[in-house]
């Protein structure tokens, strides 16, 4: 199968010169029935190699640096000029080698054909018909190619994108969080060490996730909900008795493939944004799944010395709207904003 997808090209190519070598040196033989003068069949072998050079010159410079470049007087003047070309030398070469007379007289001797010639003045409409169709072949195949390289650099920026989103999220999960983490990790070990040691271990699994399970912008959804599960665990250390944090999870899920921590930007904020040392408030996040739909809910309450905007927390709504548009375009819904109870909802929902 490789081989076949990489000399397919050239498959291609060969099988239609030879279709055009058959027109225009064979066919002829074949209907007549009888051998042809030597000197039209090396002028057809001349003219054939030269339609080769002149399709992949067309192809390779003519296209890329005329009509590509948006210069088409000159493009289409200079394909006129070539194939004005071809018939003049076509022409030249029946007035010095008679290729011409004697073909008419092979058909006048096996009564095939009777002609009036005239050398100058009949285009040769086999060559001329051969050239138009060389001409418009190599332009297009020049055209597709030139947009199958642009589509790939287009892809190629697209996922070079996607990489710097995912390594700049993997950046703004704030240092101060581990730090603060293992500050509380540290007091917690003096009076329940083995609350410590869990969160120690869910702390390693999620510097483990973000080193190791994202290179390839793709993990399971068991995974990534897990990371949001300890994260926000991890969080709650530092929270107080005013704060209450609701998750809910599905009980079983359906394992699908999953961006990356797609989901932390927005539980993210909400404690960035929803937590007071001093007044009571509550965080709320739920992440339900019908088949392949994924859907988050996140709901946090506004202080007044809070900002509400979510764009100035994590990776900010702009970078992340814009992380969803890439991966998943056309089979995602964000919906943020405040209700009428002081709180800020976020409503993500995905096809995966």
């Not at 030879?18 to 074949?30: E, G, K, P, S, T």
């Not at 390594?167 to 917690?188: D, E, G, M, V």
Request: aromatic content about 10%; charged content about 20%; glycine content about 4%.
């Amino acid at each position: 199968m490789l081989l076949i997808g990489k000399y397919t090209r050239v498959i291609i190519h060969l099988l239609a010169w030879q279709l055009v070598a058959f027109i225009m040196i064979i066919q002829l033989r074949l209907i007549l029935g009888v051998p042809l003068p030597i000197e039209l069949t090396l002028k057809q072998v001349g003219l054939f190699i030269l339609l080769i050079v002149y399709y992949y010159a067309n192809e390779k410079f003519f296209v890329p640096r005329l009509l590509y470049k948006e210069k088409l007087p000159a493009f289409i003047a200079l394909h006129l000029g070539i194939i004005t070309c071809f018939q003049v030398l076509g022409r030249v070469v029946d007035f010095f080698f008679h290729t011409k007379e004697k073909m008419i007289k092979l058909l006048l001797d096996t009564q095939k054909l009777k002609l009036n010639i005239d050398s100058w003045t009949n285009l040769d409409a086999t060559l001329l018909l051969t050239s138009f169709v060389v001409a418009g072949v190599s332009t297009c195949i020049a055209l597709v190619q030139i947009w199958q390289n642009n589509l790939r650099a287009s892809e190629l920026i697209r996922k070079k994108q996607v990489d710097a989103e995912l390594a700049l999220l993997k950046a703004q999960i704030h240092p101060h969080f581990f730090f603060n983490t293992l500050n509380n990790i540290y007091s917690l070990s003096f009076d329940d060490i083995d609350n410590s040691r869990a969160s120690l271990y869910k702390l390693s699994r999620m510097m483990r996730y973000l080193l190791y399970e994202t290179p390839n912008n793709q993990t399971t959804l068991s995974r990534e909900i897990e990371f949001v599960r300890d994260y926000i665990e991890l969080m709650g250390l530092r929270m107080t008795e005013t704060m209450r944090i609701e998750l809910e999870v599905p009980e079983q899920l359906v394992e699908k493939p999953v961006a990356p921590m797609i989901l932390l930007p927005f539980i993210e904020n909400a404690f960035k944004h929803g937590v007071s040392s001093l007044m009571q408030g509550e965080i709320i996040v739920r992440i339900t799944q019908r088949g392949n739909h994924l859907k988050l809910y996140v709901q946090n309450h506004i202080f007044k010395d809070k900002s509400v905007r979510i764009e100035d927390g994590g990776i900010g709504l702009t970078n992340t709207e814009r992380r969803l548009e890439m991966l998943y375009p056309g089979r995602h819904q964000l919906r943020y904003g405040r209700n009428e109870q002081d709180s800020y909802i976020v409503e993500l929902e995905l096809a995966l």
